[in-house]
């Protein structure tokens, strides 16, 4: 995000004129209030629904009765800055009265979490990162982008790019997984996505990169958990995506919830100010996650709201979500000298910069004529760009006999719940769809032409029914169990201490199994599972994560062979929970797991993941062959020989690794540093290349210092982390 001298001036002439009250009104950020027809405060009346001492039928019951307050004298006033709106005439309404009826006509940044998607759902980040598809990545969060600016929201709450390494960790769905340079690379094609179409204001939004920092590494995969780690570890772990957002020039940043050693990131002023604007470059601003300045208090950080504020706004935090704790304690705090008016100036600044780098100035409204054609319904071409990203996303963990593709023309026994419901397919952060564009996996294959039968069964949560599963045993050739996760059992406030297939689906699972039937599993869920025992006794296991509104196109597509599976690991699966955290990038031991006793080991369960970082199979097999790394200069170059040794098309994603080999920091057992697609068709070979420039071969110590150190390293290409080929070179840098 850059700013041209004109309108660095006009912002500054802007800033000149406002009244502190006014400046502080550009810091706060609201979201309609709930009012009437219920006698508790609203967020107790969520908290009785979510711990069930009442139903949703009730709860929609109250909130016909409710109103919603939308602040408008506070916005005549210049006491908002921003809002959380999704009703594109009402934030019409909303920006008219900010524009003409305050007093200086400084027009509001409507916000919206649009994490994959907005009306067109594409599947989750931790499956579509699994395309390793850059080019998808971007075009998705372009389309978003277009989308949400159709309904007046110019700020999007996205990309959510923590690095996780727990899926006990329920926010694990919302962000690339575990790896940093597919992290970084899923990072800035997102910005670019979101950003860089600047030929019209309806074309782009400002990104908003979160949660900062290091929230993946939550203690016990507990979500709002507190994290302690080395600096090393932050930096090469956890800090290098939202480098890469920072580089390519993400507008605002979230910060997290969580504290980091000890000091809540809300308040965290080495994080926010040294970190992130100095060392990072961020130009736009930050806002606090969701009532995380108040929280301060509760972490035992902040004695008060008050001193909470305080906090926060000497720290670097610029705009407070939802608490009126800027705009109840600032005005008060700068005119006591407490808070300088040099700190408000500079978060005006950086918040009114953002306005004006989207052209809210001058186009804050949307055209009547386009929120008139997205009521018509999804273009067509939307609905083709969700299909796509589903197909490029779904995994294939296991294919014994080559039970998948199904041959058209056998009878399919469909089982499980998940399979014939359009409210599971988009998963959890989906905020604006409509059930109209969604696709079921029953209705995609009867779609598809597909021989098949429908049977519940059940699925996560009730009871099973085993005499329908009899019977769908009875009737099919084949079964396809569609098993796994609700879309409220994971993302936000989701973490779960047991990660294996949840109810009792695996009791349906060993049912089907006791028929001598073939059984396919198909996985719908929001973060990795403890799959040991499905690995062991299922024949084939299609992940297809919660792929979107086409999720049942897709699915049909790759199970009746018309699309070939191609999708790779983004994270680790385990065997067990109690593996969890587990990540392929795992530090060097002096005692490495093994079969012996005295080693970094399990007694009870394997040390390694079931499924890796990377990992995905075809329907087609590929080899590598004849690897060869030289020097050129500054850059290693990297060549392999990859073919298609089978009989269909497909595409594979090689995948480059390094590991440096002995350096003044104990240093991962591999890192990935760079991947390319490649589709070959049946008896093809292409010769892959890559190059790996030598100041990407170092890594940051524990005083966040840059090292290249000499010494021996091993290149590693191959189909996924665990599975390559390896040859080893000495640098003098």
Same mark, same amino acid.
């Given at each position: ?23 502080i009104?550009?810091m ?10 219920f006698d ?16 949703q039928?009730e709860f929609?019951r ?17 006491r ?33 979490? #649009? ?40 700020w ?5 790019i923590?690095?996780?390494r ?48 290091a ?20 930096y ?13 020039g993400?507008?605002? #940043? ?6 980091l ?35 301060? #208090?509760?972490h ?31 005005k008060?705090?700068v ?8 700190v408000i100036?500079?978060? #005006? ?15 804050p ?28 996303s779904m ?28 409210n ?8 604006a ?10 209705t ?16 996560p ?9 009899d ?12 098993v ?14 047991d ?25 719908m869920?929001?973060r ?5 025992? %499905?690995? %062991? ?18 699915v ?5 062979g ?15 929970t ?6 392929y ?11 012996s ?43 392999v020989?990859?073919k ?7 595409? %594979? ?16 057992v591999?890192?990935?540093k ?14 892959v290349r890559?190059t ?29 982390s665990?599975?390559?080929l ?5 640098i003098?840098?």
């Open positions: 995000m850059k700013l041209n001298d004109t309108q660095k001036a006009f912002v500054e002439e802007l800033l000149a004129r406002m009244t502190l009250e006014e400046k009104g550009q706060n950020q609201e979201s309609p209030s709930i009012v009437g027809g508790v405060p609203f967020s107790e009346l969520i908290e009785m629904l979510t711990d069930g001492r009442i139903s039928e929609g109250i909130m016909a009765n409710a109103k919603q307050d939308y602040h408008e004298d506070d916005i005549r006033a210049g908002v800055g921003s809002m959380m709106v999704n009703d594109p005439r009402k934030n019409n309404e909303l920006q008219k009265i900010a524009v003409e009826e305050s007093r200086l006509g400084i027009p509001l940044i409507i916000g919206f979490d #649009v994490i994959h998607g907005f009306r067109s759902v594409f599947p989750i980040a931790i499956a579509e990162a699994c395309s390793f598809d850059d080019a998808l990545f971007e075009k998705t969060a372009h389309m978003a982008a277009a989308e949400s600016r159709a309904h007046g929201i110019s999007n709450f996205a990309p959510m923590d690095a996780a727990d899926s006990r960790w329920g926010r694990v769905s919302e962000g690339p997984g575990e790896d940093p340079l597919l992290g970084s690379r899923f990072a800035r094609a997102k910005i670019r996505g979101l950003q860089n179409d600047r030929s019209s204001p309806l074309r782009y939004v400002a990104a908003c990169t979160k949660h900062y920092a929230y993946g590494a939550c203690e016990s995969g507990r979500d709002y958990n507190t994290v302690s780690m080395s600096v090393s570890n932050f090469n772990v956890y800090l290098p995506a939202f480098r890469a957002a920072m580089d390519e993400a507008a605002t #940043v979230m910060a997290a919830f969580n504290d050693n000890g000091v809540p990131c809300t308040v965290n002023r080495w994080l926010l100010r040294e970190v992130l604007k100095k060392e990072l470059g961020l130009e736009g601003f930050v806002v606090s996650d969701a009532n995380a300045i108040r929280e301060c #208090v509760a035992g950080i902040a004695a008060d709201d008050r001193d909470a504020g305080v906090q926060a706004a000497l720290a670097g935090m610029d705009m407070d979500m939802g608490t009126h704790i800027y705009r109840d304690y600032l008060a705090e005119e006591k000298g407490t808070v300088p008016m040099a100036d500079e978060a #005006v600044r950086r918040i009114l910069s953002v306005k004006v780098w989207l052209g809210l100035f001058e186009d409204y949307v055209p009547e004529a386009l929120i008139e054609a997205y009521e018509k319904g999804l273009p067509e071409e939307h609905a083709a760009l969700c299909r796509k990203a589903a197909e490029e995994v294939l963990l296991k294919n014994e006999g080559n039970l998948l593709p199904l041959r058209r023309g056998q009878k399919i026994s469909l089982v499980g719940r998940l399979a014939d419901n359009v599971e397919v988009c998963g959890a952060w989906a905020m769809w409509k059930p109209e564009d969604c696709v079921s996996i029953l995609g294959l009867k779609e598809a032409g597909a021989e098949v039968s429908y049977f519940p069964c059940g699925g949560e009730g009871e099973i029914d085993f005499e329908e599963a019977r769908a045993c009875r009737e099919g050739d084949v079964i396809v169990a569609v796994g996760e609700t879309d409220a059992m994971s993302g936000e406030a989701s973490s779960k201490a990660i294996s297939l949840p109810g009792g689906q695996r009791a349906l699972l060993e049912r089907l199994l006791q028929s001598g039937k073939p059984v396919a599993a198909v996985l869920n929001g990795p599972l403890a799959l040991g025992w %499905e690995a %062991e006794h299922l024949p084939a296991i299609l992940e297809a994560w919660h792929l979107g509104i086409r999720m049942g196109d897709a049909a597509a790759a199970l009746l018309d699309v070939n599976p191609s999708g790779k690991l983004s994270s680790s699966f385990p065997s067990v109690g593996q969890c955290p587990v990540y990038n795992h530090p060097s031991t002096g005692r490495p797991g093994s079969r006793k005295f080693t970094s080991r399990y007694l009870d369960a394997p040390w390694e993941a079931l499924f890796p970082f990377g990992y995905g199979l075809s329907y087609t097999d590929f080899a590598y062959e004849d690897l060869r790394v030289c020097e050129n200069g500054d850059a290693l170059e990297i060549t020989r990859l298609n040794t089978g009989e269909r098309e497909g595409t %594979e994603v090689a995948q480059l690794y390094m590991q440096d080999v002995s350096a003044s920091l104990v240093r991962p591999k890192e990935l760079d991947y390319r697609r490649v589709r070959l068709g049946p008896g093809e070979a292409e010769e890559f790996l420039p030598k100041k990407d071969m170092g890594f940051y110590d524990n005083e966040g210092k840059y090292r290249l150190e000499d010494g021996l390293f091993r290149l590693y290409v191959g189909g996924s665990r599975s390559c390896m040859q080893e070179i000495r003098a840098f």
